[in-house]
């Protein structure tokens, strides 16, 4: 299975043996634990569960310590499942970046940054208005939001103003530039969702070409 836990560390850049600037995305990936193994004759579908990053076993509720405790494993914070087609793991197992390798293809998962309560402009690209002919204080403003009596009301799906961000995003087809196993980074060419410390899940591209 191809597919592990980290968190983003920032940006970065890749010289080539010709000089070629390469911009990435590094993120210090694992190392994470096979936490439960999902089968389709007990759970229904097949999956992986994945732990990653040791913390004091007072930091974990009793119910996420007990899972953790009873099958011997290291108490950790996050736990994420990878759906596969095949088990190959073994609980207890510990998975590094060594599992990806230069030239694989990934999808990132994220959570972009949160930019709060936003206007349309910022939220949706809206133009702004005039800010001639009496409309100075109309220029950011959304204009005309429904239609007149038919239906006589605000459509659902409206595009208006509200909470922006902090959604669920995926990044697909990213090509893995630098793999480190004593630092446990992994550098991917491009950007990826979130912020510098967020947590990501990479695991392998369902469009690479």
Do not use: W
């Amino acid at each position: 299975m191809k597919g592990i836990i980290g968190k983003k560390v920032g940006m970065s850049q890749v010289f080539d043996e010709d000089g070629k600037v390469t911009p990435v995305t590094v993120i210090q990936a694992g190392p994470c634990f096979v936490t439960s193994i999902r089968t389709t004759e007990k759970d229904g579908y097949s999956a992986v569960q994945l732990g990653f990053e040791e913390v004091p076993p007072e930091n974990l509720a009793g119910g996420e310590r007990g899972h953790l405790q009873k099958r011997s494993l290291p108490t950790v914070r996050y736990l994420r499942e990878f759906r596969v087609k095949e088990v190959d793991l073994q609980e207890g197992q510990r998975l590094t970046v060594d599992v990806f390798a230069k030239g694989d293809r990934v999808d990132v998962v994220g959570t972009s940054k949160g930019r709060g309560f936003a206007g349309t402009i910022k939220r949706h690209s809206f133009n702004r208005q005039p800010t001639t002919h009496g409309a100075s204080d109309r220029t950011r403003a959304p204009g005309s939001s429904s239609s007149t009596t038919t239906p006589g009301r605000v459509r659902k799906g409206t595009r208006r103003a509200g909470h922006m961000g902090t959604d669920r995003v995926t990044t697909q087809n990213l090509e893995v530039v630098v793999v480190d196993a004593e630092r446990h980074l992994l550098a991917v060419k491009g950007s990826v969702p979130g912020a510098k410390g967020g947590l990501v899940i990479v695991k392998a591209s369902v469009k690479a070409r």
